[in-house]
């Protein structure tokens, strides 16, 4: 699957992102890039990388963070309403980047939406056995028409107002 | 150990978190306050807790995470100050409220400073072992006197200029 849906392959950053193997695009905005994960045991896990090269968090600027927070409200949002997310889980490691010499690291977010029930999409089952702590689960791909089918839902769910308009 | 360095003592809200286990107050800020957390495998390990009742992340403020992101460069800061830290982890999980029913889960995010080689502290001495990926590590406690050195050293060194004035 293209993993920028043939919007951006012009764009030498997002070919650079490509190494990082962060997934299928799903969609941006000023500062972040919205990928569907490879891995989808929890189904909707997503990750978002920040739209230019930083290696910590520290060096985020003030409207970086900000429209962090936003995406977060909408991606929590868009998600919940395409599979009855219970919670969600939200991380920045990036530890793998340390086994490699030198490290290059890229500052992004895993999204990890989690679910107290199981969740059935385009005749497959989702469960999240592990709900409430936080283990180890075996990759689980999926075919490219399923990816497809979910990128469109939560791109389709991703609210257009801004965090501002929200009490 | 007192768990608020008998600053907060007065405060309704400190006592309603001590529920939480976080750990041992370091400082706060106006919007988050900082725990050196119960588990010191990785010395530094902090808690990072929203100072108002908050269940998600999603319903943060523009100026919570505006100060969330001048948190993160002062604790790293400091923390890579006090204990040479190599890269570090941030987490908002939550999982263990939603074992409880009702959940009551609180905003709050897990700081877990990374390590590529042994540090000694007090005659003590830390490993990651797992340094580049992330696995469970047995729980380790400290002496009290060992955790208020690490949490004076940790204070001491927190960066007193705005986010604002670093480029």
Redesign the interface.
């Known amino acids: 699957m293209n993993n920028y849906g043939g919007l951006l392959l012009e764009c030498e950053y997002c070919k650079k992102l490509e190494k990082y193997n962060f997934g299928d695009f799903i969609f941006k905005t000023k500062y972040w890039i919205v990928f569907l994960a490879p891995q989808q045991s929890n189904i909707g896990t997503c990750v978002v990388a920040l739209n230019r090269h930083e290696e910590?968090?520290?060096g985020?600027k003030?409207e970086?963070?900000?429209e962090?927070?936003e995406l977060?409200?909408k991606l929590?949002?868009a998600v919940k309403q395409c599979f009855d997310v219970?919670?969600?889980?939200?991380?920045?490691?990036?530890?793998?980047s340390?086994?490699e010499e030198p490290?290059n690291?890229h500052v992004h977010w895993h999204y990890i939406p989690?679910y107290?029930h199981a969740v059935e999409f385009e005749g497959l089952l989702f469960e999240d056995p592990y709900?409430?702590?936080?283990k180890h689960r075996p990759f689980r791909s999926l075919p490219d028409r399923v990816r497809k089918r979910i990128i469109n839902n939560i791109k389709n769910k991703i609210p257009q107002t801004s965090?501002?308009s929200h009490p």
């Open positions: 910590d968090l520290s985020l003030c970086e963070w900000l962090f927070g977060v409200f929590e949002y219970t919670m969600s889980n939200w991380g920045s490691l990036m530890n793998a340390y086994l490290p690291p989690r107290n709900f409430g702590t936080m965090l501002h």
